[in-house]
């Protein structure tokens, strides 16, 4: 793999935490004080439109510092891990170009794995197969999943079919365990050669909750539905990726009648809440991650001046 960190290069930095802890605001700080421009490490964000429900960063925050891997992909297209790596190699690139620091920030963990420790040996998408398996019941897929590979269903988020259909895609097409394919991923660190630290942000149970209710709230009052609606019109439930972003599948959910505007509302907060919980999980498991707890009343600028950067270069 091309080296994309090269000699007197800035070395990237990284910050993770699940959704609502507060990354993109310190993010932002950070990268005033070292020097830096964000690599959003986010898989709804890449997609254009999708704006209000991501808690995209405004265009006031993108002037004031300069973000990549924003607004990448019509809702028309596919986008993995492997599109992924390929974009965020080029913006390295050309942040370290200009003599600045990349910084990975967001909370999807598989986006970070990929560019820490590579995609390893998985096979491409078969149209065929996951057609067949995407039109097959959930709970079907999942009993499947159990019998032919345990570990993985132990491990997997069950309410997420894309991630299902993906495990029994890539079991059904090479004969092994996806676990198995996962604990073999490439040990030569991926695209950095290096295994460094990933600085994940934390709060108290309690704080998180209140700030991820405030959001949600906050997302409806400035227009999640009518988004949605245009959305709909783009053709957002075309996409099964987009359509996993919490936030509109419920609201298009709402749209057809099935629920009510405050039940839905609702319904965002928790599951938004149970996805916190799972990304903090993950991220603790998978990645070298240092946890940084925050405070309540912790001001962005304040943690921002206190993340560890040794000006490193490589």
């Given at each position: 793999m091309r080296d994309v960190n090269p000699p007197s290069s800035p070395a990237p930095v990284f910050l993770a935490g699940p959704t609502a802890v507060g990354k993109s605001a310190i993010a932002l700080g950070w990268a005033e004080r070292i020097g830096g421009?964000?690599?959003s490490v986010d898989s709804m964000q890449v997609y254009r439109g999708l704006d209000i429900g991501t808690a995209k960063p405004s265009p006031a925050e993108q002037?004031?510092?300069p973000h990549h891997l924003i607004d990448v992909a019509d809702l028309a297209e596919a986008f993995d891990a492997a599109k992924f790596?390929?974009?965020a190699q080029?913006?390295?690139q050309t942040v370290q170009a200009r003599g600045r620091v990349p910084i990975f920030c967001g909370?999807?963990?598989?986006?970070f794995k990929a560019w820490l420790e590579g995609l390893g040996d998985a096979p491409p998408a078969d149209a065929a197969v996951r057609a067949e398996l995407a039109a097959t019941p959930l709970a079907e897929l999942l009993v499947e999943l159990k019998q032919r590979d345990p570990e993985c269903f132990a491990r997997i988020d069950r309410q997420n079919p894309r991630r299902v259909v993906r495990a029994l895609e890539v079991i059904r097409l090479t004969g092994q365990p996806f676990s198995k394919q996962r604990a073999e991923w490439n040990a030569e660190r991926g695209a950095t050669g290096q295994a460094p630290t990933v600085i994940g942000l934390t709060r108290e149970p309690e704080d998180l909750r209140a700030r991820i209710e405030a959001r949600v709230d906050a997302m409806f009052a400035a227009g999640l539905v009518d988004e949605t609606s245009r959305l709909l019109t783009a053709?957002?439930?075309r996409n099964p990726t987009a359509m996993q972003a919490i936030g509109y599948r419920q609201v298009v959910e709402?749209?057809?009648g099935e629920r009510g505007l405050s039940e839905t509302i609702a319904l965002?907060?928790?599951?938004?809440?149970q996805f916190a919980r799972r990304q903090r999980t993950w991220l603790r498991r998978q990645l070298p991650v240092v946890w940084v707890p925050l405070t309540a009343d912790a001001a962005p600028a304040a943690v921002a001046e206190c993340l560890p950067w040794q000006g490193a270069r490589t």
């Open positions: 421009e964000i690599i002037a004031r510092v790596l390929r974009l080029a913006a390295v909370g999807t963990g598989l986006y053709g957002l439930e709402h749209l057809r965002v907060k928790t599951r938004t809440w």
